[in-house]
């Protein structure tokens, strides 16, 4: 059974940093793409970025790109997402994925395990 616990959120002020952590056990990371996801209040789940088992490609959507870095360290069998410049509008419920794909996916019927998020809150 692939668990998944995601920490690391908090509240911080517009302009500031967080690094959210996604500890897997269960198995091992290296077969899995892994992604992030955040959902706000009312708000539909939507991608933030996603990257591939072997570290070598990540992508992102358009309102994080060059705010937000997705990383991984497989012997660890933990994922990053470092956030930078944040904003009130990223305030949100954070969760990571994993799919059993070398392939990266924005949509969140394409991944098989979830962890039960992490809230992010920015202030004004």
């Known amino acids: 059974q692939v668990q998944l616990v995601e920490s690391g959120g908090g509240l911080v002020q517009a302009g500031g940093s967080l690094r959210l952590s996604c500890a897997v056990s269960?198995?091992?990371?290296?077969?899995?793409?892994m992604a992030w996801f955040r959902q706000a209040p009312g708000n539909e789940r939507e991608y933030v970025a996603a990257i591939n088992p072997s570290g070598s490609n990540a992508n992102y959507a358009d309102s994080v790109k060059d705010r937000f870095m997705i990383s991984r360290d497989n012997a660890k069998n933990t994922g990053y997402l470092r956030m930078n410049s944040l904003k009130p509008e990223d305030t949100a419920v954070y969760f990571c994925?994993?799919?059993?794909?070398?392939?990266?996916?924005?949509?969140?019927?394409?991944?098989?395990?979830w962890g039960q998020g992490t809230q992010v809150t920015v202030s004004s």
């Open positions: 994925a994993l799919r059993t794909s070398i392939y990266l996916d924005r949509t969140v019927a394409a991944y098989d395990y």
């Open positions: 269960g198995r091992s990371l290296r077969g899995y793409s």
